[in-house]
Nanobody, 121 residues
Framework: QVQLVESGGGLVQAGGSLRLSCAAS????????FGWYRQASGKQRELVAG???????NYADSVKGRFTISTDIAKNTVYLQMNSLKPEDTAVYYC???????????????WGQGTQVTVSS
């Protein structure tokens, strides 16, 4: 129905930067919100950053001032710019989309496959 394709993960040294992208495609939809989550080994999944259709954003305290979430509505894409990366940022990052399916007029959430971000000391 809808697919979320993530890219941009990889290995980076502490202090470096990465930019994650997540593009949504498939059946027609409207966007309620996008979010980025992460799950480190042995830990629960946590919200990193979110952005609503109105443009409001929220961030986990651990990434405030370092990460920025943004969207390109025309491309149905959400980004996560990650600066000043720390080893504790190492995790699998997942894109989440809260969508309105136009043909069904039904709200539905979708998840990306996850992309690994590894920050070395």
């Amino acid at each position: 129905q809808v697919q979320l394709v993530e890219s941009g993960g990889g290995l980076v040294q502490a202090g470096g930067s990465l930019r994650l992208s997540c593009a949504a495609s498939g059946m027609p939809f409207g966007i309620n919100a996008f979010g980025w989550y992460r799950q480190a080994s042995g830990k629960q999944r946590e919200l990193v950053a979110g952005i609503s259709s109105g443009g409001s954003t929220n961030y986990a305290d651990s990434v405030k001032g370092r990460f920025t979430i943004s969207t390109d509505i025309a491309k149905n894409t959400v980004y996560l710019q990650m600066n000043s990366l720390k080893p504790e940022d190492t995790a699998v990052y997942y894109c989440n989309a809260d969508l309105l399916l136009i043909t069904r007029m039904r709200r539905q959430e979708y998840w990306g496959q996850g992309t690994q971000v590894t920050v070395s000391s």
